[in-house]
């Protein structure tokens, strides 16, 4: 079983949602982004031989008016059940509404994750108006999925999302499953710091193609960081099969494969 534990959920339905000025960023810069229905999805994941998928809600209404919701996530996990793992996403500016939102997405959509964009809802993950969304995460044992490093949003600024921040996170709420998107890149060294220290993070590749990954990051995989690093892909801004392929030609040791694609989402996941 291979595990996808990060892409987006890119329908027309939720691109309609972005805001102007960072839907033509992305499409300047990815040049070749196409914004897929589910279906295309579904094609990428089968050509790749992935299993299942993370798909991710975003809600950053209060800052950007960005809203792909929780019930649209949850109605493509519920028509693609097999396929499809949903996280949450809300907004801290509403305070207990965003509270009462993340409960409901777990309990009643069934979603089973958080996924936390600190420049969208421009907040850093260490500030105290988080705390209680996280109270809520580790009570209910589900993991927080937070984007760290570079990011290419329009309007939006890099500052919120040092990978050092989720030190003191992991730190704070120690029971609490944290997932570094990205790396941290550029500041992989101190994200993979984070990682080592704490055993409470892991983190993921997606975005990246793999021949690009540096050096260091390649060789926490092989090493101390085994057990903690995650398949992503970030889809549709970089597809499974071409994600899959580079995966096979990075100098992995015997078994790391199958930890960073299986073992390793699986029990994040606790699939």
């Known amino acids: 079983m291979i595990i996808d534990t990060h892409s987006q959920i890119f329908t027309k339905a939720a691109i309609e949602s972005m ?11 990815f040049k070749d982004l196409k914004f897929p229905e589910i279906e295309d999805t579904l094609e990428d994941m089968a050509g790749a031989g992935v299993d299942k998928a993370v798909i991710v809600a975003i809600d950053a ?15 493509t996990v519920a028509k693609y059940p097999d396929k499809f793992i949903g996280f949450a996403s809300v907004d801290p500016h509403k305070g207990l509404v965003a509270c009462a939102e993340f409960e409901r ?10 996924k936390v964009l600190p420049h969208l809802i421009k907040v850093c993950p260490n500030e105290q108006m988080m705390y209680p969304l996280y109270e809520i995460a580790q009570d209910f044992n589900i993991p927080v999925l937070f984007h760290t490093g570079t990011q290419f949003h329009a309007g939006t600024k890099l500052k919120y999302c040092l990978p050092l921040y989720l030190d003191e996170v992991a730190v704070d709420f120690p029971k609490m499953k944290i997932v570094m998107a990205h790396f941290g890149y550029p500041w992989f060294y101190e994200g993979m710091s984070v990682v080592l220290r704490n055993p ?9 193609s793999p021949r ?12 101390p960081l085994k ?45």
């Open 61 to 75: 209404e209060t800052t950007f008016n960005y809203l792909v919701s929780n019930d649209l996530v949850a109605d």
């Open 105 to 114: 997405a777990v309990k009643e959509l069934g979603l089973k994750g958080l």
């Open 200 to 208: 409470n993070v892991y983190f993921n590749i997606a975005g990246w």
């Open 227 to 271: 057990t903690k690093a995650l398949f992503g892909s970030d889809y549709p801004l970089l597809t499974r099969v071409r994600i899959v392929s580079e995966i096979n030609d990075l100098p992995l040791k015997d078994g790391v494969k199958e930890l960073l694609m299986t073992e390793n989402p699986r029990r994040l996941l606790d699939i």
């Open 19 to 29: 805001p102007k000025a960072m839907a033509l960023s992305y499409q300047a810069l």
């Open 212 to 223: 690009r990954i540096p050096q260091e990051v390649i060789r926490q995989m092989n090493g």
